[in-house]
């Protein structure tokens, strides 16, 4: 009962988690919907440049989608942002006169995200049949306004789920922006857990701040299967009256 007793207040001491948790909520979470959101819509518009480069009928154009998907996806994401967070810090602070690292790690975050959103748009936009372009251009569309009214946007539909599982992946990634060093207004999740940790020695605030992870992600993953769901069986189809009404009839005409 000792060791059961100690696991305990070491995991889930109550008191620990409740002071925490205010921080929790009015400092880290707005700070990490901001590193995510900023990052995963920057890193969508790079990832769909990168896709149409990724299928151009110019091959230097397809080298360089190659090249880049290549460096970003094989880099853990902690190097890539220490190397432009401490890196591109002095260059930055001359600029702006700023020290904030956010704009550096979403831009760590956004370059990382677009090699994987980048592949998940172009097999995306590879899975649309043939006969789609073929036929816009019959109607007289061009090239480049079929890909663009017809081919993409059936492209991106069908890569929803995956694009979804990309943001609460970097939902998760932002946390390691703490390695850039943060003021206390500037603090996400991760790194207010961490910092109650270290001043406690007790492993609680870092227990809250992996249950505020999970409030985020789980109510998304679930998204993520009603999406699949949707788009793979459609919309439930609603009976019409006289369908309904037909069986009675005969019931009672019977």
């Given at each position: 009962?000792?060791?059961?007793?100690?696991?305990?207040?070491?995991?889930?001491?109550?008191?620990?988690?409740?002071?925490?948790?205010p921080s929790l909520l009015s400092v880290g979470l707005p700070n990490t919907l901001i590193l995510a959101v900023?990052?995963?819509?920057?890193?969508?518009?790079?990832?769909?440049?990168?896709?149409?480069?990724?299928?151009?009928?110019?091959?230097?154009?397809?080298?360089?989608?190659?090249?880049?998907?290549?460096?970003?996806?094989?880099?853990?994401?902690?190097?890539?942002?220490?190397?432009?967070?401490?890196?591109?810090?002095?260059?930055?602070?001359?600029?702006?006169?700023?020290?904030?690292?956010?704009?550096?790690?979403?831009?760590?975050?956004?370059?990382?995200?677009?090699?994987?959103?980048?592949?998940?748009?172009?097999?995306?936009?590879?899975?649309?049949?043939?006969?789609?372009?073929?036929?816009?251009?019959?109607?007289?569309?061009?090239?480049?306004?079929?890909?663009?009214?017809?081919?993409?946007?059936?492209?991106?539909?069908?890569?929803?789920?995956?694009?979804?599982?990309?943001?609460?992946?970097?939902?998760?990634?932002?946390s390691l922006v703490f390695m850039l060093g943060l003021a206390?207004?500037?603090?996400?999740?991760?790194?207010?857990?961490?910092?109650?940790?270290?001043?406690?020695?007790?492993?609680?605030?870092?227990?809250?701040?992996?249950?505020?992870?999970?409030?985020?992600?789980?109510?998304?993953?679930?998204?993520?299967?009603?999406?699949?769901?949707?788009?793979?069986?459609?919309?439930?189809?609603?009976?019409?009256?006289?369908?309904?009404?037909?069986?009675?009839?005969?019931?009672?005409?019977?």
């Amino acid at each position: 009962m000792d060791l059961l007793d100690q696991l305990a207040d070491t995991f889930f001491n109550w008191e620990e988690m409740a002071k925490v948790i205010p921080s929790l909520l009015s400092v880290g979470l707005p700070n990490t919907l901001i590193l995510a959101v900023a990052s995963g819509i920057l890193g969508s518009l790079l990832g769909l440049l990168l896709a149409m480069m990724g299928i151009s009928r110019n091959a230097g154009a397809r080298w360089v989608a190659r090249i880049y998907t290549d460096i970003f996806r094989g880099l853990p994401a902690i190097l890539v942002i220490l190397v432009i967070g401490i890196g591109l810090s002095p260059i930055a602070r001359e600029i702006t006169g700023s020290r904030n690292p956010y704009p550096l790690g979403i831009l760590a975050l956004t370059l990382v995200a677009a090699a994987y959103i980048g592949e998940i748009f172009r097999s995306g936009i590879q899975s649309v049949e043939k006969g789609q372009l073929e036929a816009s251009r019959a109607l007289g569309f061009s090239y480049g306004s079929s890909m663009r009214l017809v081919v993409v946007p059936q492209g991106i539909r069908r890569v929803l789920p995956a694009l979804v599982n990309q943001f609460i992946s970097l939902l998760k990634d932002s946390s390691l922006v703490f390695m850039l060093g943060l003021a206390a207004s500037d603090r996400e999740i991760f790194r207010i857990g961490n910092d109650a940790m270290a001043n406690t020695g007790n492993l609680s605030p870092l227990v809250a701040a992996g249950v505020l992870y999970l409030i985020l992600t789980v109510p998304l993953t679930h998204f993520v299967n009603f999406i699949d769901n949707r788009l793979r069986t459609g919309r439930p189809e609603k009976k019409e009256p006289d369908d309904v009404a037909a069986p009675i009839g005969k019931g009672a005409q019977a």
